[in-house]
C-alpha cells in the first residue's frame, strides 16, 4: 500500500476546541461521514493515496468544534489526490447534520487556508449555505 505523511495540520482557532479522533465527533455527523464517505482511516493510519491498490482511500485529519459549528477536514486519495473541509452548522442539527460549507482542496490552497476561507464565509452568512459546490455522491 503506497501511503503518504498526514496532512499538516493548521492551528485550531481559539473558539473551537479539537476533537482528538473520529470517535471523538458529534455522533449525528459520524453517521454522515461513515454514509458519504464509506468510512475514513484513521488521522495517521494506513491510506492509499492513489488510484492503485484496496486500501482506505480516505483518511481523517482533523476536526474541531463549538457550540455553534463543526469542521471536519480529510484526504481523498485515488485519481487526483486532494482534501475535503467540512462545516456542519450544529445550531440546526436536529438530529440530522447541516452541511453548512463542502470545499474540495486540489490546488496549492492549504488546509489552513481553506478552513480560514470556510469560516470567514460563515461568518458573514445567516442561513447557512453550501459554498465551494456540492459534490456529486460519489465523489464525498
Not at 49 to 56: F, H, K, M, N, R
Not at 96 to 120: E, G, N, R
Request: net charge negative; with cysteine; glycine share 10%.
Amino acid at each position: 500500500m503506497f501511503d503518504v505523511p498526514p496532512a499538516a495540520v493548521c492551528p485550531i482557532p481559539s473558539d473551537l476546541t479539537a476533537f482528538t479522533s473520529l470517535d471523538s465527533l458529534p455522533p449525528a455527523i459520524q453517521v454522515d461521514l461513515k454514509m458519504k464517505t464509506g468510512g475514513l482511516s484513521p488521522a495517521g493510519g494506513p491510506f492509499e493515496a492513489t488510484d492503485v491498490g484496496d486500501g482506505p482511500k480516505r483518511r481523517f485529519v482533523a476536526a474541531a468544534g463549538n457550540p455553534v459549528l463543526d469542521v471536519v477536514i480529510y484526504e481523498h486519495g485515488g485519481r487526483g489526490y486532494h482534501r475535503h473541509v467540512l462545516v456542519y452548522d450544529r445550531m440546526n442539527y436536529a438530529g440530522i447534520p447541516l452541511l453548512a460549507f463542502h470545499k474540495i482542496i486540489m490546488d496549492d490552497i492549504s488546509i489552513c487556508d481553506a478552513l480560514t476561507q470556510a469560516l470567514a464565509s460563515l461568518a458573514h452568512d445567516t442561513e447557512p449555505t453550501i459554498l465551494g459546490g456540492e459534490p456529486s455522491s460519489q465523489h464525498w
